[in-house]
């Protein structure tokens, strides 16, 4: 007799290293068939979210000595924070998520797909067609269209990544399946994680409550950047954290994204490759418990701050890091959950069946990035409880194209009702007054007995905060 496959919840938890008993902690309720997709994305997001709802219940027991609280999943909380950036308004306006030329284009022998969101992104994507940045949307739409409809889509891709831009050529699964790209994967856990060096307990203050909020009294280094790593932030400065996200001044951020996933953090503005920037970095490490970095990989390591580095400097530290690709060939390329979809096979999938030249297609949610995040949140909140059973520094790594694998190729999609499209979140919003404006937003979907029931603070402009840990 054969026993059933894991759920998808329990092979995440098994990822994460926790007690597989502790699974019965979890109670799901909510509407049924959500986030309509051909491909068990809700399994994926409701997966996704328990787990870091008993990672953090897991937390919370160290910390008061009592039982692990029981973990409240709601469908609908889920679908709703799954697109959060979509239910954003400041003052009652919507943001734009993405520009004019992140988008689908049809090549000679296919479809690829751009990402433009950026100014220098959508400079560099211009200069391969020898368009100056200051080219009006209406004009470079049409000028990109009529050069990528005569050029095969693999040129493209290599062409633009080439120029410093981002383009992925629309792959099939099975196309994906026999990829380099998606070989390097094979083995390679959803969440790998390492002890990287020796260090003792480090007990923090029993909490006190209600709210339970376990990661209260604790730093965190916000070095993430758009939806995944904002998003595991965000989720940890619900559950209490003083979370300081850093940005570079040099790069250019949406505030419309930081005012969807800043809410319970400040926000500083840190030249790490000057000295002066380094040194105030240097002393804010000194105070942390945890680093979470989503920067392109390389940019890091590239100024000495190796999670080996880091640990070294700071024993004990917890470092959760994120990257688009993972492994491979494209290891060290940019990339964003759309374009990650499009080289999965996702695309194509999520398109007109059949139809191998028919227009791709899209996840009902940047389902890799929230997925990814929430896992990302789950495996810091995992390493601290580890690290306060054990001591030791530890490492968590997680990427898009791995959490794309275990969408298309390890989740089983359950019998159940026909997915919908017909969701009314509604009752999973909230307004908050903040120095933005009045915002209208997702409430979190993170729940278990004696949760938080939001944030502590709302976001505020991107850069404007002392680069400083709040007191105790």
């Known amino acids: 007799m054969t026993s059933a496959p894991a759920s998808a919840t329990e092979q995440a938890w098994s990822a994460l290293g926790g007690d597989p008993a502790l699974i019965g902690r979890i109670e799901t309720s909510g509407p049924a068939g959500l986030l309509p997709s051909r491909l068990p994305v809700r399994e994926l997001a409701r997966a996704a979210v328990a787990v870091c709802s008993l990672a953090a219940a897991e937390l919370a027991a160290r910390r008061t000595g009592g039982p692990v609280p029981r973990v409240l999943v709601d469908d609908g909380a889920v679908a709703t924070a799954f697109v959060s950036e979509r239910h954003l308004l400041v003052d009652g306006r919507a943001p734009t998520t993405f520009a004019p030329l992140s988008r689908f284009w049809r090549t000679a022998d296919g ?14 994507l211009l200069g391969t067609l020898a368009l100056p940045p200051e080219t009006a949307d209406d ?6 269209a009529a050069s ?9 891709e290599q062409a633009v990544y080439a120029a410093g831009g981002l383009a992925v050529a629309a792959r099939t699964p099975g196309e994906w399946a026999a990829d380099p790209r998606r070989l390097a994967l094979s083995g390679v856990p959803l969440v790998e994680r390492e002890r990287i060096g020796a260090a003792p307990v480090r007990r923090t203050a029993a909490l006190a409550g209600p709210p339970l909020r376990p990661a209260a009294g604790l730093r965190v280094l916000d070095l993430t950047r758009v939806i995944a790593g904002p998003v595991a932030t965000r989720t940890l400065a619900l559950l209490g954290a003083d979370v300081l996200r850093v940005d570079a001044p040099q790069l250019p951020e949406s505030q419309d994204a930081h005012s969807d ?8 503005s840190i ?14 490490l000194a105070g942390a418990d945890v680093v979470v970095t989503g920067y392109r990989p390389g940019a890091l390591e590239g100024l000495g701050l190796t999670p080996e580095s880091l640990a070294s400097r700071r024993p004990g530290l917890v470092i959760g890091r994120l990257s688009a690709w993972g492994h491979g060939p494209w290891a060290l390329r940019r990339g964003f959950d759309s374009l990650v ?44 409880t580890e690290q306060h059973d054990e001591g030791g520094s530890r490492l968590a790594t997680l990427s898009l194209a791995r959490t794309a694998a275990w969408l298309t190729d390890e989740i089983t999609a359950p019998p159940g009702p026909a997915a919908q499209d017909d969701h009314d979140p509604r009752k999973w919003l909230t307004e908050t007054d903040s120095p933005l404006g009045r915002l209208r937003h997702a409430l979190p979907p993170v729940a278990f007995d004696g949760a938080p029931a939001g944030w502590s603070r709302p976001p505020g402009p991107l850069g404007a905060d002392a680069a400083a840990w709040l007191t105790a």
């Open 111 to 124: 479809w690829v797909r751009t990402h433009a969101n950026y100014p220098h992104h959508r400079a560099r």
């Open 139 to 144: 004009l470079a739409v049409r000028a990109v």
């Open 148 to 156: 990528f409809a005569e050029r095969r889509a693999a040129e493209i």
């Open 261 to 268: 996933t800043g809410f319970g953090k400040r926000s500083v």
């Open 271 to 284: 030249d790490l490759a000057s000295d002066a920037g380094r040194a105030v970095f240097d002393e804010l």
């Open 341 to 384: 979809q499009v080289a999965t096979g996702i695309a194509v999938t999520e398109g007109e069946p059949g139809e191998r030249d028919g227009a791709p297609g899209a996840l009902p949610a940047q389902a890799l990035d929230h997925g990814t995040g929430y896992l990302l949140a789950a495996a810091v909140l995992r390493a601290l």
